[in-house]
DNA sequence: ACCTGAACACCGTTCAAGT
DNA sequence: ACCTGAACACCGTTCAAGT
């Protein structure tokens, strides 16, 4: 019934192209996908379930790179926002531990996604681009605070977060792990004492 | 002309199956074709330069798991190996550095490897289970002589050890890198000090 | 100008047939 | 008992044809 109502739909007005609101829809479409089977999804199964074809989906997205970055944007968006609550804080490492500890929490629903978390965050996507530019800005305080050893690259420490949500047995969430390793990353930043 | 002298023995002895002696040819290709082409190769190409056909290949090793597992075994071997000169020194939480260096050594040469580091330690080849007790133990002592919080668990530690090797940008072996990001892990399992 | 999906290539996996 | 590779299924990627 419905399925017939959708058919008629496309017959009588042959999908007029409206770009913005075909490709929000689109997108919530690529997140679901993303969320249910992970950040090695077939393309296919993406296309169909946006319901754009697999030529659309590649012009638009040439790489799964972009797709990640598409997918990931928003969540990474609502990391940045946590700007001013950071910058208020009395420790710099303190700031940086908080600031890992949302991009894992915002990062984590798709499953896979740590490994190339490094190539998302370097996108030209907005959300990315001030997630990391935030990541960045606070490793460089935390460094000049003289609170973490000064040869660290922002690189290296997100390749160790990337870690953290790399389950260790496919499968099992498990949030005292992660929260383990996150202090072991932050403890192991501080500049060693000699 | 080497080519030809292959081909006529083929042809002359029909291939006696001398499982031993095929096997071992098998694994050295294995070992290549995993060096050239990362962990991720074609198992068409693997049975290929192994000259062994593909659902053999598929009977002696049922998952790229077992094939990742057989091609480091030899390598974790001689991790396990450093048992002597580790158990001699003086600090725990050095001896397990140690380890941990000796394990990216040896295990670096497979391009993505470290993803499935935790998978392949827990495979039952014998190289694979000698240097996985031996990490555990070294874990398990650092942790009774307090130099390790005790909350730590082995795969904890393969798994930020496997962010370690996994290349910020694809390409770029740094050793540099590899290094620091060793220390903050060290330094990091040390107990929080209140 | 933008969209589509057939078509091609490549790879993983199984299994009937061969020795 | 062991080996083989054709056959199938699935996925990534391109591009000629359609609007």
Request: charged share 30%; glycine share 8%; proline share 3%.
């Amino acid at each position: 019934m419905s399925a017939n109502g959708r058919a008629e739909m496309k017959k009588s007005r042959p999908l007029r192209a409206d770009a913005g609101e075909n490709l929000v829809r689109s997108l919530e479409q690529l997140k679901a996908v993303f969320v249910e089977r992970g950040v090695d999804a077939s393309l296919e199964e993406i296309a169909k379930r946006s319901s754009v074809g697999i030529g659309t989906l590649y012009r638009h997205f040439p790489s799964r790179a972009k797709l990640l970055a598409a997918a990931s944007d928003e969540q990474l968006a609502t990391v940045a926002r946590k700007e001013a609550e950071l910058d208020g804080l009395d420790s710099r490492l303190e700031a940086l531990h908080l600031f890992l500890k949302e991009l894992v929490k915002r990062t984590g629903m798709y499953h896979g996604l740590a490994a190339a978390l490094n190539t998302v965050l370097n996108s030209d996507a907005p959300g990315c681009k001030a997630a990391t530019d935030l990541g960045k800005r606070l490793l460089k305080g935390a460094q000049d605070a003289s609170e973490v050893r000064s040869d660290i690259k922002f690189e290296d420490v997100v390749s160790l977060v990337g870690a953290v949500s790399l389950s260790p047995q496919k499968g099992a969430r498990d949030p005292a792990r992660i929260n383990r390793m996150l202090e072991v990353i932050i403890e192991g930043l501080r500049p060693i004492q000699r």
